[in-house]
């Protein structure tokens, strides 16, 4: 990944949505597992970003998915953490703990091989705002670093479109 957060694509979305956050003075949480914290860094690299962005959540662990963002101990057990309503249920966490407006979230296989049964590309993204969520699944070709900064822009550009959505 460029400068080990992402690349140009990343930055032009990151630096829209923190314009378009503090322009309606909304707030966003991150809770990321295959991003391992690029979704945030993408975010707070953009100048002025702390009027917009609360706080992320690298969620990384199973368990912390329950304990931390309020992932239910049921669905993770009977599905794993690879699973579009897990994706649903960060992103409601993350918005909720950490008071955010809208919370965003990752989860998938990254790579280089499958893990939960699931090929490496598979990745959910989510985003929660107010009592929506809507959750996009994917299968993302390339290596470790290409998905991930894949998933990366994927979950902004969901993030992007919500926003512009609301507008509209």
């Known amino acids: 990944m460029a400068d ?3 690349g140009p694509e990343a930055r032009e979305l990151a630096a829209e949505i923190v ?11 991150a809770a990321e597992s295959l991003t391992g914290g690029l979704v945030a860094a993408a975010l707070t690299d953009v100048p002025g970003s702390s009027s917009a962005f609360r706080g992320g959540v690298v969620a990384y662990a199973t368990e912390l998915k329950a304990s931390v963002l309020g992932v239910d101990c049921g669905l993770l057990d009977e599905h794993g953490p690879v699973y579009g309503p897990v ?3 960060m992103a409601e ?16 296989v990254a790579g280089p091989g499958p893990a ?4 490496p590309g598979t990745v959910h993204i989510a985003v929660s705002l107010d009592d929506d969520t809507v959750v996009r699944t994917m299968a993302l070709t390339g290596n470790r670093d290409e998905v991930r900064r894949l998933a990366v822009e994927r979950a902004l550009g969901l993030l992007l479109g919500r926003l512009r959505e609301e507008r509209a």
Request: aromatic share 2%.
């Open 4 to 6: 080990g957060v992402a």
């Open 19 to 29: 314009r378009r956050l503090t322009e309606t003075g909304q707030t966003v949480a």
């Open 87 to 89: 994706a649903a249920a």
């Open 93 to 108: 966490g993350v918005r909720k703990r950490l008071d955010a407006t809208i919370g965003l979230s990752t989860t998938g």
């Open 116 to 119: 939960d049964g699931f090929p």
